[in-house]
């Protein structure tokens, strides 16, 4: 097991080192409570992304595990927050040669860019990107509904873990379009719930939410996607960047709270995500979603659980450990449920048949 963290393990000693170095002890203990975080919020994204990897053949799940852990550590983790604070501040996310040149002359650092006003005005930044708070919440949590929605209304499932809610559901999905439907209704209660001006904006996001979903999800069927899998090749890889994106956007935002400093940040969720890379490349290799049958029930259940923390964000504040508990908390009762029904099956001299739950 140790060779799957062993590449986490180096980076976090690289990264804790220069998390000291940045900001001393104080640093270094925010920059691990940050891994912390990102690490028990994301546990389900590892196992949601050994659900698909474990369809695509070697060469697309290597590349998926390399350049698309960059794209989540340094993308999705950096360079975004940095994209949203220059959209509101209408500012350029970096200093440009102009800037830098300026800087040479003059000894003093740019501060016309959002990059400059992350170092010299760490605050400012932080009020900024928070001021997004409802947007951002409202395009993850419905990105992440729909997952949710097309896992458990898909008429094609057989194996059921809560069998009475997930059958269900499963009937719901008869309805076309069910899932849109309900994300729909339940954006349009929450923005009546507060004021005209931010139940305005947490609508209209949630709506760009959805259509991002319908398109990326659609663009695999648009190259040739059989069944319900999402197929390998470049728009499998944009599927799993944007649920990435939509499992990173509640510990980017919740990172302020621990220190405002991005280069900490940056350390600190770089290696959460480095431990959920070592998490999905275990499940994937040890089969161990194939042996603990109601495992991904539990991860998708947990997306649900999320999904719907982020859209009530701006009407009730639900503190991060409690959303990292309830995802810990299906996760775990999956996993002893399906080691009791595989205990079960031994006894009866049958194998594992990924059959109902209770």
């Known amino acids: 097991m140790f060779k799957y963290f062993r590449g986490a393990l180096w980076v976090t000693v690289i990264g804790l080192t220069l998390a000291g170095v940045i900001g001393g002890s104080a640093g270094l203990w925010a920059a691990f409570n940050l891994a912390l975080l ?10 949601v992304n050994a659900s698909i990897l474990r369809h695509w053949d070697p060469v697309w799940r290597k590349r ?40 040479y002359q003059s000894g003093e650092w740019p501060a016309h860019d959002v990059l400059s006003m992350a170092i010299v005005a760490p605050q400012r930044y932080a009020d900024t990107l928070q001021s997004a708070h409802i947007e951002v919440m409202a ?21 059921h873990w809560l069998r009475p809610i997930e059958r269900a559901m499963q009937k719901l999905g008869r309805l076309e379009m069910a899932g849109a439907v309900m994300t729909l209704l339940g954006l349009l209660v929450l ?21 991002a979903y319908i398109v990326v999800n659609g663009l695999s069927a648009l190259m040739g996607q059989e069944g319900d899998t999402v197929q ?22 919740g990172a302020f709270a621990l220190t405002r400093n991005i280069f900490l940040i940056a350390i600190g969720l770089g ?16 089969g161990t979603l194939s042996e ?55 006894r009866r001299g049958i194998g594992p048949t990924g059959g109902d739950g209770a």
Not at 38 to 47: P, Q, R
């Open 38 to 47: 990102e690490t028990s919020l994301s546990f389900d994204n590892a196992v």
């Open 64 to 103: 998926f595990l390399i350049w698309g852990m960059l794209i989540a550590v340094f993308g999705m983790r950096v360079l975004f927050p940095l994209v949203i604070v220059a959209v509101i501040a209408h500012a350029p996310p970096l200093p440009g040669p102009m800037s830098l040149w300026d800087w």
């Open 139 to 159: 395009f993850g949590g419905t990105f992440l509904l729909q997952v949710f929605w097309h896992f458990f209304l898909n008429q094609n499932k057989e194996s």
């Open 191 to 211: 923005a009546d719930t507060l004021p005209d001006a931010e139940g305005f904006r947490l609508l209209i996001a949630g709506v760009w939410g959805l259509i």
């Open 232 to 253: 390998m090749g470049w728009a499998g890889f944009l599927y799993l960047e944007v649920l990435d994106a939509s499992f990173s956007f509640d510990g980017v935002l």
């Open 271 to 286: 290696i959460g995500a480095m431990f959920v890379r070592s998490f999905t490349l275990m499940l994937v290799e040890k």
């Open 292 to 346: 603990l049958r109601y495992l991904e029930h539990g991860a998708f259940w947990a997306i649900g659980a999320l999904a719907t923390i982020m859209l009530l964000a701006p009407v009730v504040e639900v503190p991060d450990a409690a959303t990292g508990g309830i995802a810990a908390i299906l996760i775990v009762l999956a996993a002893a449920h399906s080691w009791q029904a595989n205990r079960s099956d031994r």
